[in-house]
């Protein structure tokens, strides 16, 4: 039987290194995928998810078995993207939004067209992309967490510390930006 997060944390904390890896392997592409949608750069994500989980290694001790692991967890990712982001506030950077190997991102975006056309898939996911990226910094967040990652709206209050009704308003305008945003997707689908 698999071990739970709670139980390989705590047996972590008990001194079994082997457990670190389990959990390293279970959340590293999900806390990457997580901070590369929040930071938009792949560098960046690659260094705030090392980050994590260096700290996930000095903070162990601050994990309490009766919280939610995962919900901990993308409170640390949560925590060194907004570093990262004061970090870089004051620096300007002439790179494209891809990532430095000139490709395009590893977003695991949804398909809205089934038309089997790959370029009109890549570019529907680059509007979808460009569109997230353009929201609002609390909306952008809560709407990864919420949609991207699956988390309950009860999880995104605990990580962002937003009421549970400030972040389904923030869920909900996020919606209602990309249906703006996004608006003319819709109409060439239809047609």
């Known amino acids: 039987m698999e071990q739970s997060d709670e139980e390989l944390m705590k047996a972590y904390q008990e001194g079994d290194e082997e457990a670190m890896g389990v959990i390293f392997v279970r959340y590293q592409k999900k806390i990457f995928n997580f901070a590369y949608r929040f930071l938009g750069q792949r560098a960046d994500a690659e260094d705030a998810t090392a980050d994590v989980f260096l700290n996930l290694l000095k903070t162990d001790a601050f994990y309490q078995p009766g919280a939610k692991f995962s919900t901990w967890l993308y409170t640390i990712a949560r925590n060194a993207c907004l570093s990262r982001l004061r970090k870089h506030r004051n620096c300007f950077s002439l790179s494209?939004?891809?990532?430095?190997?000139?490709?395009?991102?590893?977003?695991?975006?949804?398909?809205?067209?089934?038309t089997g056309d790959a370029l009109h898939k890549k570019e529907i996911g680059a509007h979808i992309q460009k569109a997230v990226e353009g929201l609002v910094a609390g909306q952008k967040e809560a709407l990864i967490l919420r949609e991207y990652h699956d988390l309950?709206?009860?999880e995104i209050s605990k990580i962002t510390g937003e009421s549970l009704s400030n972040v389904k308003i923030l869920i909900f305008r996020a919606r209602e930006?990309?249906?703006?945003?996004?608006?003319?997707?819709?109409?060439?689908?239809r047609s």
């Not at 494209?96 to 089934?114: E, F, H, I, N, T």
């Open 96 to 114: 494209s939004a891809k990532d430095s190997a000139g490709g395009g991102s590893d977003w695991d975006l949804p398909d809205p067209v089934a």
């Open 152 to 154: 309950s709206y009860d």
């Open 177 to 189: 930006q990309l249906r703006q945003n996004l608006g003319f997707l819709l109409k060439e689908v």
